[in-house]
């Protein structure tokens, strides 16, 4: 087994630790844990930092558990929230759980077969059966108010300057956190549970109750929330969350996001969201900073990322799809992206729709420069930029006499001009 903690706190992934964890985890393979809310069908890259958690504590030898949360997401945990969330109906969470399962199998080794394979587990399994009664009974007097009482969490919603209080049902959530961590180091030999600096009050609820309940011993680690160095929220943009199911965040919009990243943030990133090695980090942060227009940083957190995610081909279409707005490509690059792909390099571009009858006649350049659309202001300047040798239609040079058709149909209903280096326009058949 490796030093699993040295791997977090040189990487930047460390903020609590209960004293004695690192020695425990060096001396005896055990199982940890961290959960995850099926409140989507996706995790978003918020969840990636415990996603890398898990594969690092895995890759060092111990067993990571993934717990799901199907009977607390129908709870809602207060932790860093201002407000009570929407409680989900047992439909919904059925169909989040296996979204999100789908995503951590990208990730974690699930090989039955694997001495330190993961598993995934659903704490609705364990709840379902338990009723208010034993609970309160078998689990809740074991944890005083007093001591739920002083958790942050608690004493934030409670505080005079939060207006809406906190409903009795989220102030029993870290009762069902601390019985899951009861439940695992019962059931599975975990030892630790980890999570992010907002859960630490909930997770050591769970190391108390195992000292109260089984009279045993158990561990705890939280790990920094990211943020940017602008201060903007981390896995924002101005579409919303960047998802992790290409459905919901194509990879070429994933791809971007790491591309877009700052040099400071490259810098942070790249240690959190990547397995390469130390001497190798250092190697490319001291290559970059000689050279910071080349962006080495960024595009190496792109492929990283990008590739771990959504696997080396979507990353390599990611990347064809990045260099077509820089001149680097041809009408066969073109036409080999995906829609969505394709819409999302060109979001934003003014578009016109023709008819798909004009195609199929063979729609002049005159017209689909001016007549037909508004992309230039006149024929007669359509003409001019034709003779400039300035248009170009799927990314080749076209002259006065170029007919568009339907071989020029880009996933079978688009057709990209552009007039100079930058200028673009859509047109889309219909």
């Known amino acids: ?162 207006s809406v209080g906190m409903s009795f049902t989220e102030f029993t959530y870290q009762l069902f956190q601390g019985y899951d961590f009861y439940h695992l180091y019962k059931e599975k030999n975990c030892r630790l549970q980890m999570g992010g600096s907002d859960q630490w009050g909930n997770i050591t609820t769970g190391t108390e109750l195992i000292r109260r309940k089984a009279q045993g011993k158990a561990y705890a680690i939280t790990v920094p929330l990211v943020t940017k160095a602008d201060g903007t929220k981390f896995g924002k943009t101005e579409g919303g969350n960047v998802w992790l199911n290409a459905d919901r965040t194509s990879p070429y919009k994933f791809y971007q996001y790491w591309l877009n990243s700052s040099d400071e943030d490259a810098e942070n990133f790249i240690k959190k969201f990547t397995f390469l090695d130390k001497e190798t980090i250092e190697n490319l942060i001291a290559e970059h900073s000689e050279n910071p227009h080349l962006r080495l940083l960024q595009k190496k957190l792109g492929e990283e990322v990008t590739t771990l995610t959504h696997g080396k081909e979507a990353y390599e279409n990611a990347l064809k799809a990045s260099s077509i707005l820089f001149g680097k490509s041809t009408a066969s690059d073109l036409k080999s992206l995906d829609e969505q792909t394709f819409l999302d390099v060109f979001d934003g571009v003014p578009q016109a729709t023709v008819s798909i009858k004009d195609i199929e006649e063979g729609l002049d350049m005159i017209g689909a420069l001016a007549a037909k659309t508004s992309f230039l202001k006149s024929n007669g300047d359509a003409r001019r930029a034709l003779k400039e040798n300035a248009i170009s239609v799927n990314k080749e040079k076209v002259k006065e006499d170029f007919t568009i058709s339907k071989e020029d149909l880009i996933a079978n209903k688009y057709v990209l001009l552009q007039r100079g280096k930058k200028t673009y326009y859509l047109l889309k058949v219909e």
């Open 1 to 162: 087994m490796t030093n699993f903690v040295e791997e977090l706190r040189w990487r930047g992934l460390l903020h609590d630790i209960m004293p004695d964890t690192e020695e425990y985890l060096l001396k005896n393979k055990t199982a940890g844990y961290i959960g995850f809310d099926p409140t989507a069908d996706s995790l978003h890259i918020g969840s990636l930092v415990q996603i890398f958690i898990l594969k690092h504590f895995q890759n060092a030898g111990h067993n990571p558990i993934a717990l799901i949360g199907g009977a607390t997401g129908m709870v809602g945990d207060p932790s860093g929230k201002s407000a009570e969330r929407n409680l989900l109906d047992e439909a919904t969470l059925a169909k989040n759980i296996a979204g999100v399962r789908e995503n951590l199998e990208r990730f974690l080794d699930f090989d039955a077969t694997a001495e330190n394979k993961a598993e995934l587990v659903n704490n609705y399994d364990w709840m379902k059966d338990i009723s208010l009664i034993d609970f309160v009974r078998d689990t809740g007097k074991h944890i005083t108010v007093n001591y739920m009482m002083a958790k942050d969490s608690v004493k934030k919603r409670l505080s005079s300057e939060s």
